[in-house]
């Protein structure tokens, strides 16, 4: 069975630092993955999803992730936080008919 | 606007109670999934529909269903509500299958109260 763990619930950065986001993963074949970001009250938008080659996806709103087989892992970067950051970010893996939520990071950005 | 399209924004309904929920797909979009968002159990797949048809169903009650119609949107009706059943629900589109991510509708906000 697939899952997606979110190692962190809340994550609290600086605006102009740098953010990682982690996301570990358990499929039994090469998965789709993909990362959404849900700002307070709202639905979730698509910030970059990978399928195969290039190992490194780049997104919208500056943001990128590095899938790493060996490491079951796709984690989410930004080199420098905006204040317009500040929001829910959920990875999520697929396929198989349905994609499977992680518990989400929050992640809060101080002046 | 990503596109889909989801009324009511928000309903308030006694315990007991039914409620439907309605969602129209992004333009092209054969596929309909449902969430149920809430703080203790996050995002929670409920079911999908592909072109009219049920597809795969997730945690989902006996007391909801869904269906899709002839123009693809989509109804969730929640029976015999409960306080738990308070949630955000969304709906979510596709091309085709979830193979290349979903575009979500903005919820729906239910208080059973």
């Known amino acids: 069975a697939q899952s997606v763990t979110q190692p962190d619930i809340h994550i609290t950065v600086s605006e102009g630092a740098s953010l990682e986001l982690r996301c570990n993963y358990s499929?039994?074949?090469?998965?789709?993955l993909f990362w959404y970001v849900q700002s307070p009250g709202q639905g979730l938008q698509l910030l970059l999803k990978?399928?195969?080659?290039?190992?490194l996806v780049q997104g919208i709103k500056g943001f990128e992730a590095e899938f790493k087989r060996s490491q079951s892992s796709f984690n989410l970067r930004k080199p420098s936080v905006h204040w317009s950051d500040a929001a829910e970010y959920f990875c999520a893996v697929g396929p198989s008919g349905k994609l499977q939520f992680g518990a989400g990071t929050q992640v809060v950005v101080t002046p | 606007d990503s596109g889909v399209t989801q009324t009511p924004k928000h309903l308030i309904t006694a315990t007991g109670q039914r409620v439907t929920l309605r969602c129209s797909p992004r333009?092209?979009?054969?596929?309909v999934y449902w969430y149920q968002q809430s703080l203790d159990q996050g995002l929670q797949f409920l079911i999908h529909?592909?072109?009219?048809?049920?597809?795969a169903k997730g945690n989902i009650l006996e007391r909801f269903s869904a269906q899709q119609f002839p123009d693809l949107h989509s109804e969730l009706n929640l029976s015999s509500l409960e306080l738990g059943d308070s949630a955000l629900y969304f709906c979510?589109?596709?091309?085709?299958?979830?193979?290349?991510?979903?575009?979500f509708g903005s919820g729906t906000r239910l208080t059973v109260v």
């Open positions: 529909y592909y072109n009219g048809e049920e597809r």
């Open positions: 333009s092209g979009d054969l596929s």
């Open positions: 990978y399928f195969s080659g290039d190992t």
């Open positions: 979510a589109s596709s091309v085709g299958g979830a193979d290349y991510g979903y575009t």
């Open positions: 499929y039994g074949a090469t998965p789709y």
